[in-house]
């Protein structure tokens, strides 16, 4: 099983003799075992299995392994968002009085969550932009400084995360590269291939596919050095929180994913549900079929709109003129999604028009799933925002981010085509 579209169909569940072709939902808290030195030995870490679903379930179980095989990563987790997922990565190797380094261009969520949150736990993090140069990145980390973080494909302002300068600066100072890679998902890009050592998805966008279904993930790629770091106790030592494990004698490369999964999942609960666990494999299996789609039919739309008299600009990746065309074409393959950003001519008030004459476009607050749909933040998300403010918080007020369904994208363009000769 080489190939990443043959993954997507048929990693994680392989099932035996007269078992369900289909992984099937076990929806169950708990597990049964005949013997106490078996459930002993599990809660000792001395066999595998599972006993309780807030640490593992084997419908999570084999999704994990199809996203780890996907990333090509040593193991994974499932949490209950992506928001899960990044706290828990960060978790598993911050305390208070660590520092992160992470660039600013990533998703607001995440912003909030290392500006307000991290800091009122005493992890402090310092901001770089994507493009503040290797020399510069050295002279931020500090002794405390625990790991660098970055987005490949930025939600929502589509900057290129540089991932082999990242790698590179991390790597010098012995401290992992974490990656959100949930915009290409590992069709468009696996980081891991670029010297990322943990990657973080939230599922609910294009892996699921169907917005159906909240998640996330954690993949550890196995390929950091914990141990040889120094700056890992959590991981190289005796950990007090389960009496005294060595995750790193005991799960060799592995160590990461467990320590996230024994310790910080166990005390911090952000499981996903076995039944949403069950909605995103089914997703999975079409992943690089509609990743490819996203892909074709966002570059047509950026074309298309870059073309139109009543457009001003285009944000997309993929387009030559872009600022990241050629990051774009190194660490995507010039795949770059469904997600395009654009402005028309005349602002916010003709901005907000377009949207209301949009018909088979949807207006929600979502990105990147299987139905097209559109958000005009200056008079939604951002409504509160004078168009000064909108433009200090980097939103243009005729700023459109456009997410590219699977549809044809003859009707995708009709739909625009008449939209935009009514503003
Ligand atoms: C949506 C999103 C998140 C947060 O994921 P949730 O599943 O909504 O918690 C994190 N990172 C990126 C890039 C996202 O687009």
Not at 54 to 59: A, D, E, V, Y
Not at 180 to 208: L, Q, W
Request: charge should be negative; include cysteine.
């Amino acid at each position: 099983m080489s190939h990443i579209d043959t993954k997507c169909v048929q990693a994680g569940w392989t099932p035996k003799n007269g078992e369900p072709r289909v992984l099937p939902i076990y929806q169950s808290t708990t597990f049964k075992y005949d013997s106490a030195k078996m459930l002993g030995d599990l809660f000792d870490l001395n066999a595998s299995g599972h006993f309780y679903t807030r640490l593992s379930n084997p419908t999570l179980e084999a999704v994990e392994n199809k996203i780890a095989a996907l990333e090509s990563g040593v193991g994974a987790m499932l949490t209950s968002s992506g928001q899960a997922a990044t706290m828990s990565a960060i978790l598993t190797i911050c305390r208070a009085g660590d520092n992160v380094i992470s660039t600013s261009e990533i998703y607001g969520g995440t912003y909030n969550l290392f500006n307000i949150t991290l800091r009122q736990l005493g992890i402090d993090v310092t901001f770089i932009s994507n493009d503040t140069p290797a020399d510069e990145i050295r002279t931020l980390v500090k002794p405390n400084t625990k790991a660098i973080f970055g987005e490949t494909l930025s939600n929502p302002s589509l900057r290129v995360a540089d991932l082999e300068k990242l790698a590179a600066v991390a790597h010098e100072n012995n401290i992992p590269l974490i990656i959100d890679n949930t915009f290409p998902t590992p069709i468009n890009c696996r980081p891991i291939e670029f010297g990322a050592d943990i990657v973080i998805h939230s599922t609910s966008k294009y892996m699921d596919g169907h917005a159906v279904a909240l998640g996330g993930a954690v993949v550890d790629s196995g390929r950091f050095d914990w141990k040889a770091s120094g700056k890992f106790p959590m991981l190289s030592e005796p950990d007090e929180s389960y009496h005294g494990t060595v995750f790193t004698e005991q799960f060799g490369n592995a160590a990461f994913i467990a320590k996230a999964r024994c310790h910080i999942m166990r005390d911090c609960g952000m499981q996903q549900s076995p039944q949403n666990a069950f909605l995103l494999n089914l997703g999975l299996e079409t992943l690089a079929l509609r990743m490819e789609r996203h892909s074709q039919n966002g570059l047509s739309m950026a074309k298309y709109l870059s073309q139109h008299e009543k457009v001003a600009w285009v944000d997309y990746p993929g387009l030559e003129s872009s600022r990241d065309y050629e990051l774009a074409r190194r660490y995507l393959g010039g795949k770059c999604s469904g997600v395009v950003s654009f402005g028309v001519k005349g602002g916010k008030a003709e901005a907000a028009k377009l949207m209301e004459a949009l018909k088979l476009t949807a207006l929600v607050i979502h990105v990147a799933d299987v139905r097209t749909s559109a958000l005009h933040p200056a008079s939604t998300t951002h409504r509160q925002l004078t168009d000064a403010q909108l433009e200090e918080a980097g939103v243009k007020p005729e700023m459109i981010r456009l997410s590219v369904g699977i549809e044809n994208i003859e009707d995708i363009k009709a739909d625009f085509e008449q939209a935009l000769a009514q503003i």
